[in-house]
């Protein structure tokens, strides 16, 4: 089991920066892969970015050259970088964590960009 909690959600204007957190439940040396996702209402969730154990790392294009995935093993946290937000950015963002083929979500936490 991988327990996820997120943090760092809010709202920003449009341009502005925001940086979301994810904690594990254990050590992220352990997880296969982690993530994060996307939810606007009304739309389907989707991927944003993820990175694996090994370091290699993942982006939708709508956000390749604004957002930046990293991972602290240390802190077994991960964080996801915002920079340029857009009001299309808007988004409940939620951490995935892959473990052994099981997959493993975060309560979510909200993202709202003004314009």
């Known amino acids: 089991q991988v327990q996820l909690v997120e943090s760092g959600g809010g709202l920003v204007q449009a341009g502005g920066s925001l940086r979301l957190s994810c904690a594990a439940s254990?050590?992220?040396?352990?997880?296969?892969?982690m993530g994060w996702y996307r939810q606007a209402p009304g739309k389907q969730r989707e991927l944003v970015a993820t990175?694996?154990?090994?370091?290699?790392?993942n982006y939708a294009d709508s956000v390749k050259g604004r957002f930046t995935i990293s991972r602290d093993n240390a802190k077994n946290t991960v964080y996801l970088q915002m920079n340029s937000l857009k009001p299309e950015d808007t988004a409940v963002y939620y951490c995935?964590?892959?473990?052994?083929?099981?997959?493993?979500w975060g309560q979510g936490t909200q993202v709202t960009v003004s314009s």
């Open positions: 254990r050590s992220i040396f352990s997880i296969d892969a």
């Open positions: 990175v694996t154990s090994g370091g290699s790392t």
């Open positions: 995935n964590a892959v473990r052994l083929a099981a997959w493993y």
